[in-house]
């Protein structure tokens, strides 16, 4: 059994982790940042999501001892040239707050028309191991935005964005999560990553 830490403290997220990892390589146990001793966190200041994911997996790999992954993730719309990309945890603010988010790309983008609204969602996993080799996985769930928040399963953006591969017309806060982890950034970057492991 191989012990993994994810740096993160987000159990959502580590739970999600837990399930694919489960069906790509089994002989894999997964920690948090909550089950080893603390270390400082280096803030991310990287200008691109594979940057930040591995700014934390280094830490975590150096102050651990253990094959670290750590993931970077946001939304990229066409129509703002990317953004708010590596800043759509603080788009609107330091706070990190997921209303005032969304209230600002809704206001943003209230002049766009539907066939212009394209965006999607990025994430950078990077697994790094503590004799210094490191590898990074992407994946990205295309969709569009709409023009208001609709569905309770989700955080961040979630509520205005309709992926395209989702199996009806709602938004990714309105999609079960096993339909979620199945087409979503995050869970499409860890499969890779997760097959990467079980080699």
Request: glycine share 10%; charged share 25%.
């Amino acid at each position: 059994m191989v012990k993994i830490l994810l740096a993160t403290r987000n159990v959502g997220k580590l739970a999600e982790l837990r399930d694919i990892l489960s069906a790509e390589a089994a002989q894999v146990e997964l920690v948090g940042l909550n089950d080893v001793e603390s270390f400082p966190e280096t803030a991310e200041t990287e200008l691109t999501f594979s940057g930040n994911a591995l700014l934390k997996a280094r830490d975590g790999a150096r102050h651990s001892g253990l094959v670290t992954v750590a993931d970077d993730s946001g939304l990229a719309v066409d129509a703002l040239n990317g953004m708010p990309g590596v800043l759509s945890a603080r788009w609107a603010g330091s706070q990190k707050d997921d209303e005032a988010n969304n209230r600002l790309l809704l206001d943003q983008m209230s002049d766009i028309p539907d066939e212009h609204r394209g965006a999607r969602f990025v994430c950078a996993a990077a697994l790094v191991r503590p004799d210094g080799g490191e590898e990074v996985f992407f994946g990205e769930m295309t969709g569009r935005l709409g023009r208001a928040a609709k569905g309770t399963n989700g955080f961040g953006y979630d509520p205005l964005f309709y992926p395209d591969e989702a199996s009806e017309n709602v938004t990714s806060a309105e999609l079960s999560s096993e339909e979620k982890n199945r087409i979503s950034h995050r869970g499409k970057a860890f499969v890779a990553l997760a097959q990467a492991l079980a080699r």
